[in-house]
């Protein structure tokens, strides 16, 4: 996975301890994605951070891989596409671990009435990182 702005990479990653809670970033305007880590070769590590009724829209990676770290908040986890009889809706809440497979559309949806913020780490097994968004892929 390309290197962001701001993202720590093994050669400045100091000591290698991360303090998620640090990392909580929220906007108004929209869902914030906060760039953590990379190696640059397959794996991630971003915070999401979403106001009372913000989403990360649903979506799948065909080689990404997720273990998402819920840090604060409460909110739904979103398993399969909506709109299908397989999507499912699952509560999820500060400490809780969702663990999504490469290629399942997944998405989370603040329905709380605080922040919430989930810590990713994601693994791409050596593929280009991709978001598909219905249909749409978008290569990183």
Known sequence: MQKFP????????????????????YSEEKAN???VYTDESDVAIVTWNLLPGQENESHMHPYGAHVFV???????YIKNQPGTPECKEFPIKAGDTVNIPRGLVHGI?????????????????????QRVVDGVVHTY
Do not use: C, H
Not at 70 to 76: D, P, Q, R, V, Y
Not at 109 to 120: E, H, Q, V
């Open 109 to 129: 949806r603040n329905t709380g009435d605080k922040p919430l913020s989930y810590f990713a780490v994601t693994t791409t097994a050596g593929g280009e990182y």
């Open 70 to 76: 819920i840090l604060e908040g409460e909110g739904i």
């Open 6 to 25: 701001g993202m720590e990479t093994p050669e400045t990653l100091e000591s290698g301890v991360i303090d998620p809670m640090s990392t909580r970033q």
């Open 33 to 35: 994605v906060v760039p």
